[in-house]
């Protein structure tokens, strides 16, 4: 079973630059969850989705991060105008509807 | 609001002990609690799921305990190898209740085997 892909894996922008972030979760996953790992800290949520929906987004920046997933599959996670303290590395993960989350391997952005 | 906390310096082991990595939290009362693996450059990795009417779970050389009135979890892997190397993150549900929540997570804990 293929696991969550992103891409892409590393991404150098300049601050107030925009940058987007894909994501394809496990065939048959209708959870998608987006989270923000800055160095030294663990992951913090920023929206999950339910099948194309909008479950939680309360811990989501709205001025400058935006995201969507329109067909209930893959994902985008959009940010503009970044900043410096976006440096970050940005996870997807994917579920079944049990408590269980599948995560990909990140993307590492770093904000110049 | 709520808060988790882990030893976020690292933990040394030598080979072949046990170690125990310690998760406390406040201002919550949830429904399980779960454990995660980092590796770097990687994602989490699921590893235990403990519900809050468990007291124990054991899966191979790794046993978690929930202490709902400490409000405190207790991750255990014995005999631990060099490959046991890792961080380990608590994670509990952002709303109390069960289902596919987003998760809160502590800081980790860096955990080193040494040989």
């Known amino acids: 079973e293929a696991g969550v892909a992103q891409s892409p894996r590393y991404k150098i922008i300049e601050k107030r630059q925009s940058v987007a972030f894909w994501c394809n979760p496990i065939?048959?996953?209708?959870?998608l969850y987006w989270y923000q790992q800055i160095l030294g800290q663990g992951p913090k949520l920023l929206i999950q989705?339910?099948?194309?929906?909008?479950?939680?987004d309360s811990q989501l920046p709205k001025d400058r991060f935006s995201a969507e997933r329109l067909k209930g599959v893959d994902s985008t996670l959009k940010i503009q105008p970044a900043k410096l303290e976006d440096s970050a590395v940005y996870l997807c993960a994917s579920g079944a509807g049990q408590e269980t989350q599948y995560f990909g391997p990140g993307t590492r952005l770093l904000v110049l | 609001s709520q808060k988790i906390e882990q030893n976020s310096e690292a933990l040394n082991i030598q080979e072949g002990k046990t170690a125990t990595l310690t998760c406390n939290y406040t201002n919550y009362s949830p429904a399980y609690l779960q454990w995660y693996r980092q590796d770097p450059g990687r994602g989490p990795v699921f590893l235990l799921l403990i519900r809050e009417n468990e007291k124990e779970k054991r899966k191979e050389r790794l046993k978690v305990t929930f202490d709902t009135t400490l409000k405190q979890s207790l991750f255990h892997i014995t005999a631990s190898q060099p490959a046991d190397s890792a961080t380990y993150l608590c994670?509990?549900?952002?709303?109390?209740?069960?289902?596919?929540?987003?998760?809160?997570f502590g800081k980790g804990t860096h955990l080193i085997i040494q040989p």
């Open positions: 989705f339910q099948n194309n929906g909008v479950v939680d």
């Open positions: 994670a509990l549900p952002g709303r109390s209740g069960g289902g596919a929540d987003g998760l809160t």
């Open positions: 065939s048959g996953h209708a959870t």
